[in-house]
């Protein structure tokens, strides 16, 4: 079984304290060592040890004056079992002054491995050369240097010639005072210590520091140290910042010269106590314990309390250090604890008597950064991430990879249902499960998972047309961006989208009502203007003129009066027959007179129905009205009444179509009545022709004859109103000639109507921008996200050429002009749809311009001239359904489009939507929650996962959690995840998968990481530093 590293939970954030000093220190301000006193000395380190256990930093470093003897009383008192346990981290140090061309002092330090052995320590001190006696260092060598040292040298630091002349005890202290160090054999002795265990430690801007040089007149010098300190101290976050290679307000202006003199090498900056004693004064700065750090500035460090730890800092210091009072991060864990995981275990149910181990007993404390989850194949790292995801109510079980049926969901849950699985959290209540059992559809999901088989099917089946996931999964994130008074209750983008434009989509169909009638008044136009109907009314005219002339030339041949003396009784009868045919006439112009006036108030009672009908629809729709307002007017504590006021009054109608009605009856009895006296009159003159002789009868005949030939002529002649007369298809050629202008006139109105179309759907766009502005402001805030990755949202109308095609396709044939074959027609369809982008109105009336002409050519093509579009349309299908399409802009709609690297987004490769999910998942989307990512490089290649998932994983893990399975080296090393999980299967006998967990730095876990990432060590590139 593998053993698990001393840090399991891999690197966190711990304070750091790396310049402190011990009772060994010449500036000590407590109990010093007493030379040859053991039993007192003794009493002194364990105070010491108590002094570091109580402190809060987990890490420090003794940095006494030019001496180890503090880090060997430790050793010493450590190894008796009597003494107390050192729970923390310490490294034996050294401060020292060097020889510099500065008018104070400059401080040097050292910093080593705790596994270092002594005598390297004092192969280190004699290494060292005093400067102006030109001896290695030593106590007699340093009281020697305060000998030699002129009176007032001494005198200036507070000695006296005679007391160091005389006193080996004040002799060594003024050489600890102003004994200064050769520079040159300083970096020398850092480099001859073995095996990297020793790093220089320079200070900076803190007391007898680098910046006290004028660096113009020794600029050789200053760089020489720049040069060889991995580590500089310093209280400025501004110049920690720029050390780290991090640039800030404060910096940016000499940032770029800074790195420069550091050789584009990034440093560490750190900020110790400089205590010279175990416990600090409360409130008081100047006499400060071990990890009181002047004015908050800590040093925080994140990554194991080790030697390699420390080393792993240096190497990456913008990422493993912080200088302040917290780290960023830490801030949000603390502030968000029920959004971390704490720990996963897994155990057998208590009733179980299954024989194989597989997950029981496994315990893993996870880091609150990023995790990386490594292993070979099969060896369970899917299965830890599964769990976790179970446990935190993932709905992603069917793209589980392990916790499916085929493999540990076995047959009857075969061998899943025999664990169980606890979920714990910083904060909140712990959440268990049998592994067999998938959480309930209404659970809230506390943890997002993406599997690698939900990610390969958002991917692929969006280009592939089949699933609207993908747009569905960047509209959820969207959603998280929209502030809460904008949201106004909507549970989701759709939702939102639905309240928002409804009043938009209202007043958009009321314009295609509108649009509908006018296409009907167009459509009757055009099918008057049909050069057929012409010809037919020009030939029925002719063919009128020719029976106007016929008849005329058949005129009744006259048949004067007889001059016969007529009897009594003939002269009556005559008399009565003048009197008759002349009420005849009377009557036929009162009964056409009767009729007109039928016609008139028919048409007054069509007007009143007209009316009554449009105010039942007006009121409908006030009902309507009444009904979609009225939530909003709650909610603004108004009534109806407040806001609109309507009053209809039908009853003058209804007076009005009584008092018509009545009149109706009234013509229509009076017409009877004449049609009655009609034939009265005509049985009368029936008679009465009767009596008269052969003469008489043939002049009567010639007269009614007369009479049913001006009857006739005037039939033929008709009046404009007439359709089948002379005069009625005059004017109704007459009116064909007025018909063009009449067309273009509506025509125009349509235009205009399709640009009011327009102008709304234009507003629902500008909506639809308004929602995205929140997250477009976060895109612009984000360096990485802007310029990186170049993500941009774009709300636009939006139309598919493919889809216009297709649907009026179904409206018209393809057999004609340039809509000649399908894809020809297409063709036709894209040139016209590719010359506008629909950004202004211009753009879009412009479109329906060409594409009715489109139509209209083809129509021409067939029918050989004339308007209208009937000849090019398919069965059962008539021109206005096409002009509605056309004109009414049903093809164009307000939509969302996101550019990512300058590519629209239905144009991205399943690779670069993958990069994208990743992108909003980690970046974009707000939520809080804990993300598990199994294997997501797998469809990336490797430029795009160091390119860009890369950063993506640095940045998002500085705000959430991020559990990760993967076989990349880039992202579990280059992106310097805080823990790694080796995951490993052992199938010897009983099945057991077993995890060790830990930081890079920590030598199992690097050890792992060469081995089952790359395989040899050489293959690291980009952090082969990291091994060792």
Known sequence: MLGNTAYPRGSEWRLWDLHIHTPASFHWEGVRFVPGNDVQNNGIIDDLIVGLNEAEPQVFAFMDYFTFEGWFALKRRLQDPTAPKLEKTVFPGIELRLSAPMRGRLNAHVV?????QDQHLRDFLSAQKLELID?????AALADYA??????????????KADVEDDETIALQAGHTIGEINCDAYKEAIRRVPNGMAVGFMPFSTNDGLTEIERNEHYAYSLSLFETSPIFETRDHNLWAAFAGVETPGNKKWLAAFQTALGNVPRLAVSGSDSHRFRGVAGDNNHRGYGDFPSNKKTWIKADPTWEGLLQAIREPAKRSFLGAMPPKLELVNSLKTFYIDKIAIKKV??????????????VNLNHDLVAIIGNKGSGK????????LLGNSQQQKHFSFLQAKRF?????????????????????????VLSDNPSAERVELVKYIPQGRFEALCNEHVMGTSNAFENELRSVIFTHVPTEVADGALDFDQLIEKQEEVHRAKVGELRKRL????????HIEDQLNPALKSNLEEQLSLKRQQVAEHKAAVPKEVPAPTDELSAEQQDATLQLVALSEEMTQLAEALEKTKEQQVLVASKRRS???????????????????????????????QIADVVQYKSDVAKLADLESAFADENAKLIERAAQFEQRKEVIQKARLALASTLNEPQQMHQDYLAAMERWQKTLATLEGTETSAESVRGLTARLSQLQVLPDALGKKREDRRELAGEIYDLLAAQREGRAELFSPLQSLIQGNTLIREGYKLEFVAKLGASVEAIASRLFNLIKQNAGELRGEEESLAAVRSRFEKHDFTARDHATQFVDDMDALVRDASNRISGGGEGIRTVLRKDREPVEVYDFIFGLEYLEPKYTLLFQDTQIEQLSPGQRGALLLIFYLLVDKGRNPIVLDQPEENLDNETVVSLLVPVLEQAKQNRQIIMVTHNPNLAVVCDAEQIIFAEFDRKENPKIIYVSGAIEAPLINKHVVTVLEGTKPAFNNRSQKYH
Do not use: C, Y
Request: charged share 25%.
């Open 147 to 160: 000998r030699r040292a002129s009176a007032e040298k001494l005198a200036h630091h507070g000695f006296k």
């Open 135 to 139: 001896r290695p260092l030593s106590d």
């Open 516 to 523: 509908r009638t006018l296409n009907e008044e167009i459509v």
């Open 409 to 433: 969901r076995g047959k009857n849950g075969e061998p899943a249902h025999h664990f169980e699985g606890t979920l714990n959290w910083l904060a909140g209540e712990p959440g268990s499960m």
């Open 608 to 638: 009143i129905k007209n009316i009554n009908a449009r105010v039942a629809i007006f009121e409908s729709q006030l009902g309507e009205l009444r009904s979609g307002i009225s939530a909003d007017l709650t909610n603004i504590g108004l």
């Open 350 to 363: 208590a009733t179980s008597t299954f024989a194989d181990d597989w997950l029981d007993g496994v315990e």
């Open 382 to 389: 899917s299965a830890l991430a599964d769990v976790i995801a």
């Open 112 to 116: 080593f491995s705790d596994k270092i």
